[in-house]
C-alpha cells in the first residue's frame, strides 16, 4: 500500500533523485478512479478545492539504495474540475527529484502536473522544466528550462 500511494504522489510531483544506482522497477499500478481533492491559492488567504480524478496506469523506478525514484505513467489521464470548469489532461511525462541540505531540486520532462504546496498551485509542464521547493515549509522557487509551464489553477480560477 505504501507503494501505491508513493507512486501517486510521483506522478503529481513529489519525485526523490539521487546518484546512480541499479533500479528495480515496481509493476505498474492501475489509477483508475483515484479521486484526490487539491488546493489553489490565487491570493494571500482565498483559493479553491479542485476534484483531481486519475485513469490510466501508473508506476515508479527505485534504485537499490532507495534514494532514487522516478515517475512513469503510460497513458495516464487527469480530469480536474473546480468553479464550474473541467480540465482534462494527458500526465505521461516523468519527474525527479534530488534531495539536497536545504532544498529539492526537480527535473519534469514531457507532460507532468506538479503539486507544489506553498503558495498551494497546480501547474502543467510540458518538455524539459528545472525547479526547486525549499525543505522548511517546501515554498516554490523559480521554474527553468526550455519546457513551457501553464497555471492550471488560473485556467480553473
Do not use: H
Request: charged share 15%; proline share 4%.
Amino acid at each position: 500500500m505504501k507503494r501505491w500511494l508513493i507512486a501517486i504522489a510521483l506522478v503529481l510531483g513529489f519525485i526523490v533523485a539521487g546518484p546512480a544506482a541499479a533500479t528495480q522497477a515496481a509493476p505498474p499500478v492501475s489509477g483508475e478512479g483515484i479521486t484526490l481533492t487539491l488546493r489553489c491559492d490565487v491570493e494571500k488567504g482565498s483559493g479553491f478545492n479542485v476534484e483531481a480524478t486519475l485513469s490510466g496506469k501508473l508506476g515508479e523506478i527505485v534504485l537499490s539504495d532507495g534514494t532514487i525514484l522516478k515517475s512513469t505513467s503510460p497513458g495516464l489521464k487527469i480530469t480536474l474540475t473546480a468553479n464550474g470548469k473541467t480540465l482534462n489532461y494527458v500526465i505521461t511525462g516523468v519527474t525527479t527529484y534530488t534531495f539536497l541540505e536545504d532544498r529539492i531540486e526537480a527535473v519534469s520532462t514531457g507532460l507532468n502536473l506538479l503539486i507544489i504546496p506553498k503558495p498551494a498551485g497546480l501547474f502543467l509542464t510540458t518538455g524539459n522544466v528545472n525547479y526547486a521547493l525549499t525543505l522548511k515549509g517546501k515554498e516554490l522557487r523559480t521554474f527553468s528550462g526550455t519546457g513551457t509551464v501553464t497555471d492550471v489553477c488560473a485556467l480553473l480560477a
